[in-house]
């Protein structure tokens, strides 16, 4: 479906950016990649990667609309990944978290609508359910913005949909090459916020695989999760430094014991579906369906039952330590 398309990436220099690019330019032929990001160092490397003759690369910030708008001219399909993340700078700077991922979450709308974009996927984060922290609390507010926007559509073909995952095994920023610096420059220990700590766990090109997918199946007005493995924070140091000692410190402000997905307020919205779950808007659509049982590319779901959750710490499906070994081996993290 991406064949003589043009896609924009908001964030599109970040980690998620880049394998989307990589993905799309090795099995389809897209019409035009739009990197849309604030970092001018950041899209002169990327152009050095990806310099197909599809790439196009614009300066930008989601703060700002008008350059938003100019950017979308001739857009068929965005994925908004421009956020700021990093939970403990969000809770000291909380007004510059808000100006980005909710102000810019609502600029990216105003601009898809005004453009007449086919379909606008935002990502998410397990941080946005039954948030504790400034940055989920910031994400929840532009889920329910990217899930809303389907009723302010009115004439426009513009649906939007949202994708929540977890923690991307070795994006930046991430714990496991946090921990490998640390192991590589001989550190005696690795810091450990709590030893119950879980976290989910998916790949990068999983999560791009998975955004991908639900630009099929999506209706407009579903958060899609993925059924995705849980880790110990313990097992993983244990897997890449057995004989370093694990070093207690305490919970980081706005930071949880365990993730949790689709909230258990939730589950009367919740559909399981075999391989991911939808969690289907409160409130009522007026120009488009609100029947999300059966999918766009006719998947099925069924409803969960009442007051179920799909968190880290509950989650059935656990990787070992020589699983986490294998999969840091697969990606080129191993020490």
């Known amino acids: 479906m991406f064949d003589n398309k043009s896609i924009l990436i908001t964030g599109g220099t970040g980690s998620f950016g880049r394998k989307y690019t990589e993905t799309l330019l090795n099995n389809y032929n897209p019409k035009k990649i739009i ?29 700002d609309k008008e350059r938003l708008r100019q950017a979308m001219q001739n857009v068929d399909y965005v994925i908004h990944a421009a956020a700021l993340k990093q939970v403990p700078a969000a809770e000291y700077n909380p007004t510059e978290c808000i100006r980005t991922n909710i102000h810019g979450a609502e600029n990216v709308i105003k601009a898809a609508l005004d453009n007449d974009v086919q379909k606008v996927i935002a990502l998410s984060t397990d941080k946005a359910a039954n948030p504790i922290n400034l940055y989920g609390a910031t994400k929840l507010a532009s889920d329910k913005l990217f899930v809303a926007a389907n009723n302010m559509a009115g004439g426009h073909q513009t649906s939007f949909s949202v994708v929540r995952y977890g923690n991307v095994v070795g994006s930046r920023g991430s714990v496991v090459p946090f921990f490998k610096k640390l192991i590589e420059s001989g550190a005696d220990s690795l810091p450990i916020t709590d030893p119950k700590m879980t976290r989910f766990w998916i790949t990068l090109q999983g999560g791009v695989d998975f955004v991908l997918k639900n630009f099929q199946r999506m209706h407009g007005g579903e958060i899609f999760v993925p059924k995705i493995p ?75 039952t009442q007051g179920y959750a799909y968190d880290s710490g509950s989650n059935p499906d656990f990787l070992s330590i020589e699983q986490i070994k294998e999969l840091n081996r697969s990606l080129n993290f191993e020490l």
């Open 35 to 63: 990197i849309y990001s604030r970092d001018e160092l950041k899209q002169f490397e990327m152009q050095q990667e990806f310099n197909a003759s599809c790439m196009r690369y614009f300066i930008g910030d989601v703060r």
């Open 230 to 304: 849980s880790i110990l924070i313990t097992d993983l140091a244990k897997a890449m430094a057995p004989n370093l000692k694990q070093e207690i410190i305490g919970i980081r402000p706005g930071e949880k014991v365990h993730e949790i997905m689709c909230p258990s307020d939730d589950s009367h919205l919740t559909l399981e579906f075999h391989d991911h779950y939808v969690i289907r808007p409160s409130i009522t659509f007026y120009s488009r369906s609100n029947d999300f049982v059966i999918n766009e590319i006719g998947e099925k779901g069924a409803p969960v």
